[in-house]
């Protein structure tokens, strides 16, 4: 078994900043210091642009405990087997949620360094829950495996306003920011802006280098660092690491008819009149408790951004991805990935899905032709039985949602470098990966499903070690994390993706980490009993969905793509509508 964690853990540790001061951190082991909940800006009001913190009062200098985090549904830990021990209670404070917690090898703040790599997470959680705060997602262990492997890095990770509080938008918003000449929308982007300008200003004092900035997160906080590389900002890290999330799974909304529709309706909830002149005014005054119970009474799974003119030029989506990507000069390399199983976290919201309303669905939107190849490339068809069925719409929606523009995103943006034979000023190394690892936990719904979507987090930052059952398990848990740092300090974590051999790290719990050409791993699928990359299926449906973008009504195409498209067909519950009557 792997050892208790030190006793020595958790002692104060006095340290003085070169620009923000006198600090107060904690030493999470003999060689690791963190330094819990720095503020990097606050917020003005309500669905206002926050505004960065350069100059910490003599009570935020005193980083020994974890701070809030933005109001938001409560998360179990279930999935990860419970509470860790010692796991702090959440606080929630909508005006002093923007924090961030830096953790850095000790030598280094003693010496007075500031050459290491740096690596910034960005946490998930559909934009609409998520915090730094988490035990599992704690990265004090990642820090000492980075010293231990004589690589030091300083690990920093960061909170951002999440549901309406980060992702309203509304013909109100624009007219306000107007007044104040600020952007109208997507606070929690701009907050993630902000951490990243602040990291840039001051990690210097931490050991860590400005200039060798490595990001990475995984689901709507991988999403979120694509959306960066989409936008006007100017560089805000220098390699990345997209885990689950493209700007297609998360495309902004681009219709600001569909964000009043949603602002209205939480006007009626908080029994605001949608007529009133100060209608914004009356929704900054409510209760914040009130607007988290709207997510859920108003069935508000999903806050997407919204392609705001100033924040994105060009709007990212499926059809742009790969153009903005190339364009993007700012980072030199990129590791891009999926879970091979992502469409399980949905089962028990599809389950309940009429097989024959869901071909009418896709039928409506794409044609019979389209539909029925790209339906049957994943074996749905009428008649099939419901086991089937479920397991199939399971797999069609992981799909739709991540993987397949994880795929075309890396593929078609490998191709182009070939075709151009030449390497440009914004050329990008790309790294390929694919998870199927097993849930190890008894007392999670996961339990025994292999590459089912967030799974990373369950062994990259080693924070789960003891709880696994067998040292295979920490052994890649452990590989994991020294991977993703070897990316980091500039060294390749295994081959890169090329156009003719198009290899990719697969990661099972059996077989750890592997490294094939596509010819290998569709070889080596025959004998998988979870079958491996849907390679086929993926090019069918970027064929499909290329055959219709010159269509008039192709924003109809893009919201079948992403986070979007899963609404919609989660949408698709009961019986076929009885036909005349569509």
């Known amino acids: 078994m792997a050892s208790e964690l030190p006793d020595f853990r958790n002692e104060e540790f006095s340290f003085t900043h070169v620009g923000l001061g006198s600090l107060t951190g904690i030493t999470r082991s003999a060689s690791v210091i963190q330094f ?3 503020p990097y800006a606050r917020i003005p009001m309500r669905f206002r642009q926050s505004v960065a913190i350069d100059v910490l009062e003599s009570h935020e200098r005193k980083c020994t405990a974890f701070g809030a985090s933005c109001p938001q549904v409560p998360q179990t830990s279930e999935p990860f087997g419970g509470p860790l021990p010692a796991e702090c209670e959440m606080v929630y404070d909508e005006q002093g949620c923007l924090n961030l917690t830096v953790t850095a090898p000790r030598e280094a703040l003693e010496a007075g360094m500031s050459n290491l790599p740096v ?7 559909g934009f609409s829950v998520g915090s730094h705060i988490n035990s599992v997602r704690d990265t004090y262990r990642m820090v000492e495996q980075s010293i231990s492997d004589g690589t030091p890095v300083v690990i920093i990770s960061i909170n951002y306003r999440v549901n309406w509080l980060g992702f309203l938008a509304c013909q109100d918003l624009l007219d306000d920011a107007a007044s104040i000449k600020a952007p109208p929308f997507n ?6 802006r902000t951490a990243f300008f602040w990291i840039q200003r001051h990690i210097g004092g931490f050991g860590g280098d400005k200039t060798n900035i490595t990001a990475f997160g995984e689901s709507a906080g991988s999403a979120s660092l694509s959306l960066h590389l989409c936008s006007n900002t100017s560089p805000l890290f220098k390699r990345v ?6 700007p297609a799974t998360a495309a902004p909304e681009t219709n600001l008819a569909v964000k009043n529709e949603q602002y209205g309706r939480l006007l009626s909830y908080c029994g605001i009149d949608r007529n009133a002149t100060d209608r914004l005014e009356l929704l900054r005054n409510i209760p914040v408790g009130k607007l988290v119970k709207a997510i859920g009474d108003l069935r508000m799974g999903l806050f997407t951004p919204f392609a705001e003119e100033g924040l994105f030029p060009i709007p990212p989506n499926y059809f742009t991805q790969v ?8 980072i030199t390399n990129a590791i891009i990935g999926d879970c091979s199983y992502e469409g399980y976290l949905f089962a028990e919201a ?5 097989l024959e309303r869901l071909v009418l669905h896709f039928e409506q939107k794409l044609g019979k032709s389209n539909a029925t190849r790209l339906l049957s490339t994943y074996g749905i068809e009428r008649g099939l039985d419901k086991n089937l069925f479920w397991t199939r719409l399971n797999t069609l929606a992981g799909d739709l949602t991540f993987s397949q523009s994880t795929h075309s995103l890396t593929n078609s943006y490998a191709r182009n470098q070939k075709q151009q034979q030449q390497e ?3 050329h990008k190394t790309i790294y390929r990966y694919s998870l199927e690892l097993r849930n190890p936990f008894p007392g999670s719904i996961f339990y025994g499903v292999a590459g089912h979507h967030f799974i990373e987090l369950l062994f990259q930052f080693q924070t789960l070690k003891e709880r696994y059952p067998t040292d295979r398990l920490r052994a890649i848990s452990t590989e994991f994390s020294q991977r993703l740092i070897k990316f980091a300090v500039g060294e390749a974590p295994w081959s890169s993706y090329e156009a003719e051999e198009q290899r990719i790290a697969v990661v099972s719990s059996r077989d750890g980490w592997q490294v094939y050409t596509r010819e290998e791993d569709v070889r080596q699928a025959l004998l998988c009993e979870d079958g491996g990359r849907r390679y086929d299926a993926w090019e069918v449906m970027e064929e499909v969905w290329s055959a219709l973008k010159t269509r008039p009504d192709k924003e109809e195409i893009i919201r079948m793509v992403g986070m979007e498209g899963l609404e919609g067909l989660i949408g698709l519950l009961g019986p076929p509508p009885e036909k005349g009557k569509e």
């Open 36 to 38: 819990r909940s720095i």
């Open 119 to 125: 690596m910034v997470h960005v946490h998930g959680g």
């Open 350 to 354: 599809l389950k309940h899905i009429d």
């Open 187 to 192: 606070f929690g982007l701009h907050d993630q």
């Open 424 to 426: 440009s000023s914004s």
């Open 241 to 246: 690491v997209l885990q689950s999330g493209t």
């Open 323 to 330: 153009e903005l990507f190339e364009k993007c000069s700012w």
